[in-house]
Each structure stands twice: as C-alpha cells, then as structure tokens.
C-alpha cells in the first residue's frame, strides 16, 4: 500500500474527463443508449439468474385508460393496458392463438386486452373471454395461463411482481405519503439504462470505498447498515456539496426486495428519491430515478440547494455507470477489511435468487389483497 493516499478522486480522471464531453441533450441521449462494443454477459463473468421481486414497469400517468403499451422486462415482451376500470395489468405480449404481439396494434375492449390480429380478448389472468368470431372458446383458451402478472400501482408507478415460477407476492410494495401529498413537489423524473446485473448496482450501496475514488468524496461513509428479512437500510451522516459550500446532513437508504430502493436526504432540503430499478436482461436493468422535494424548499429561498442536491445524485450515478457498463462479475471477490459488508450484501441478496431455493421448497403465502387481485 502506497504510504501517501491518493487526493479523492484521482483514481477516477478518465471517468470524469469522459462525462465531461457529455452535455445537455447529449448526455441524456447516452443515459439510456446502448453498449457498443457490448461484450457477452459470459465474457464478464455473468451467470446470475434474475432476482424476484416487485419491479417498476411504467409511471402512471404513462399509461391512460384504455391504452397499451408494448414494454420488455425480464427477458421478455410483455403487452401492459389500462382497463376502463382504471387498473393496469399486464401479460405475455404473444397472443396464445396464433403468436401475434399484442403490445403493437392491441387495443382495450372495456377491461380485456384485444389481440390485434384476430380480436381474441383477454383478461389480466391470461384466460381467452371473448372470440367475436367463434361459438366456443377452447377449454384451454378459457383457463388463466401459467406465467401472468400480478400488478400494485403505488407512489405514481405501476409495479409488476416478477418470479421465476409463478409463486405469488410475499410482501407488498412500499408505500410513501410524500408521493401523493399536496405539500411536496411532482416527480423531477431521470433514466438510466445500465449494462451489468441489478446485484451489481445494488452492491453499490455497500461499497464505502469507491465514494472517494469514483465520486471524490472527502472521506470514506460511515454507514450503519441493517438487514433484516427482505430489508435493507442504512445510515448515514454526511457532508453535501450545494451552492453554498459543504452542508451537515443525514442519508438514509433502504431497499424493499430487490427493485424497490429508495433514499431520504434530511438537513438541507427534505428530498425522498424513489427508485426503480428493473432488469430488462441479465446484463441490462432500466433505472428510474423520481425525487419529490418539499414545496417549500423547492419554491422558497432553499431552491438552489435542492436542485444541486438533485443534479449531485444524478452526477454520482453518471459516473457509477461508466464503471458499471464495463464491470466483470466476479463471484469470489478478494476482499479487504476497508471494503465495507459486501459479503454480508451478497448473502442477503441470495435470497431473492429463486433457482438457488427451488430444492427447499419455501412455503409462500400470499397476502390476502394481493390474492384478491390475481383473480381480476
């Protein structure tokens, strides 16, 4: 180990001087472009099944009733539409027919989903209603299909909860009152797409030392990290950069499952940022990004402070994506006593790996709501 310490951030010149040929509407375009030269997910090392969880999949107000929406998760295409009752769902988007993509050219008929091909009409379990053209629906076309979705729509996002073998939910979607409350602001909305694994990311959370090296903090973060059944959290007291010099304040940041972290800065400017972070493939995850900031620190005098706190996240994933699209996964990591929980991480990260459990067989029990809703 060299005996003087590297200023922060030094390590990461080539990381900053390639954002920094990125501005405006060009740096929003390489957010969400793809890779290119994109090497195999074999030749980094990346054979992680996907995890299973509740996963953003749309914004409200992304989806109008009677409309559909063609959109890919999970390894796969799948057709979402808002029925006139106003719930969304989701299915496979080939038709069971005769293979049609119902998310191109489907349209709702009252609550059922309408294959644009031959108008067969489906309700959210994947069960066939209605043919227009037919006396009789086949007995197999009238059962609900093994793979459909199960959908929550909370905190102005529609969520769908993905599982490798159909097993329904076992907790529920968070809830947050500063998304729908009057006293805080609309979502200041940002996207990513980002090319490595959703564990990848989430490790991120853990790693105290890359703060200095990739962000240029001035110091490594003390974190407080718990984790506990599904849960995560941590803690934190920090310094934040803002217009006006370095400001004392308190980080706290959990994630729910896999695909449902979220963050709350206090003592500055109260800011919640919701996350949604959804794989797209097992190298590729689609990352939301929604702050809600109080109206009075956002339209009072506090203004500048709440954007920059803002514009700070936002620079801080920028630049964790470059290393991010580029990373090797590896399984055995050498690790050393200043790296942070990560093995503990990924022990607690295991569990949302179905295929590492299918031997065990877990007994999983709904909640009785959600039980409600596979009917509809």
Not at 205 to 226: E, I, K, L, M
Request: charged fraction near 25%; charge should be neutral.
């Amino acid at each position: 180990m060299s005996e003087v310490e590297p200023p922060p951030g030094a390590n990461a010149a080539a990381t900053r001087a390639y954002l920094a040929a990125l501005n405006g509407e060009e740096l929003l375009r390489w957010r969400t472009a793809p890779l290119s030269p994109r090497p195999s997910p074999q030749e980094r090392g990346i054979e992680l099944p996907l995890p299973f969880g509740w996963f953003a999949v749309c914004y409200s107000d992304e989806l109008a009733v009677g409309q559909v929406k063609s959109v890919r998760y999970f390894g796969r295409d799948l057709a979402l539409w808002r029925g006139e009752d106003g719930e969304a769902r989701m299915l496979d988007a080939y038709c069971r027919h005769l293979g049609a993509h119902m998310g191109f050219g489907g349209r709702v008929h009252g609550n059922l989903l309408e294959c644009p091909f031959h108008a067969w009409r489906y309700d959210g379990s994947g069960a066939v209603r209605e043919i227009p053209y037919a006396k009789i629906i086949p007995p197999l076309a009238r059962r609900a299909c093994v793979r459909h979705w199960l959908t929550d729509e909370k905190n102005r996002l529609i969520w769908a909860w993905y599982h490798p073998d159909a097993i329904e939910p076992m907790w529920e979607v968070e809830e947050f009152p500063e998304t729908v409350s009057p006293d805080w602001t609309d979502f200041e909305r940002h996207e990513w797409l980002v090319h490595c694994p959703l564990q990848t990311m989430a490790e991120n959370g853990v790693d105290v030392a890359h703060f200095r090296y990739v962000h240029g903090t001035a110091s490594y973060p003390d974190w407080q990290v718990r984790m506990e059944g599904h849960r995560r959290e941590t803690t934190v007291n920090a310094k934040m950069e803002t217009p006006r010099g370095s400001v004392d304040g308190t980080i706290t940041a959990g994630v729910v499952g896999p695909g449902q972290p979220w963050t709350r800065f206090t003592g500055i400017c109260e800011t919640l940022l919701v996350t949604g972070c959804t794989p797209v493939e097992i190298d590729t995850v689609h990352l939301r990004f929604a702050f809600t900031q109080q109206r009075a620190d956002r339209d009072g005098p506090r203004a500048g402070v709440a954007r920059a706190i803002i514009r700070d996240i936002c620079r801080q994933l920028d630049q964790d994506k470059v290393v991010w699209d580029r990373q090797r996964h590896v399984a055995q990591p050498l690790l050393c006593d200043g790296d942070g929980p990560i093995a503990a991480f990924r022990d607690f990260f295991s569990q949302f790996y179905a295929e590492l459990h299918r031997q065990s067989g877990p007994k999983v029990v709904a909640p009785q709501r959600m039980r409600r809703k596979a009917r509809i």
